[in-house]
Antibody
């Protein structure tokens, strides 16, 4: 069955970086893309970006373009999201999700809580 | 960016009643509109894709309709396990955007 398993919670100081992993299984990794969405405490869903697992092409939401990097490792079928220059309002649960082109996000990881605190 | 506006923000409904949630898009998105259910502490779960297409394993009481700029998610005969927040999502144009969510409470 399709599974996306994310790395554990992280606490970071303002200005630091965080890298979240998303280990996939149960499907052909290079046939799908991976999207990243975050959810601040008590808030709605916010799109961060996606990466093509076949060719590494990326699309980042404009507000994150200067501090977001998404990568994949096909040998381990794992996707990564790295957000730098963290601010307090980056505190959120970060989700990875499988997606194909313009289709919806059909399978989601369990989420990774990133807390930015001094 | 395409703005999705859901209404209402909150709804308290008795079991077995019908729930209707609306999602309005700021421009024509044809049928590129999808619905998710999110329970507290859980990841979102895809309920309906492309406005009205059903998803395997999702109960048939969840149905979607609409096209263009106005869409509806209907839950027929609400069950206690349907207490959740529901989000719409458009994939017509980049960046993908989400509605603000509608929380459904069981009376």
């Amino acid at each position: 069955q399709v599974q996306l398993v994310q790395s554990g919670a992280a606490v970071k100081k303002p200005g630091a970086s965080v890298k979240v992993s998303c280990k996939t299984s149960g499907y052909t990794f290079t046939n799908y893309d991976i999207g990243w969405v975050r959810q601040a405490p008590g808030q709605g869903l916010e799109y961060l970006g996606w990466i093509s697992d076949s060719n590494g092409n990326t699309n980042y939401a404009q507000k994150f373009q200067d501090r977001l990097i998404m990568t994949t490792d096909a040998s381990t079928t794992t996707a990564y999201m790295e957000l730098s220059s963290l601010r307090y309002d980056d505190t959120a649960v970060y989700y990875c999700a499988r997606v194909f082109g313009t289709d919806p996000f059909d399978f989601w990881g369990q989420g990774t809580l990133v807390t930015v605190s001094s | 960016d395409i703005v999705l506006t859901q209404s209402p923000n909150f709804q308290s409904v008795a079991p077995k009643e019908k729930v209707t949630i609306t999602c309005r898009a700021s421009q024509n998105i044809y049928t590129s509109l999808h619905w998710y259910q999110q329970k507290p502490g859980q990841s979102p779960k895809l309920l309906i894709k492309y406005a009205y297409q059903s998803i395997s394993g999702v109960p048939s009481r969840f149905t979607g309709s609409g096209s263009g700029t106005e869409f509806t998610l209907t839950i027929n005969s609400l069950e206690p396990e349907d207490a959740a927040t529901y989000y719409c999502h458009q994939s017509r144009s980049l960046p993908p955007t989400f509605g603000q969510g509608t929380r459904v409470e069981i009376k």
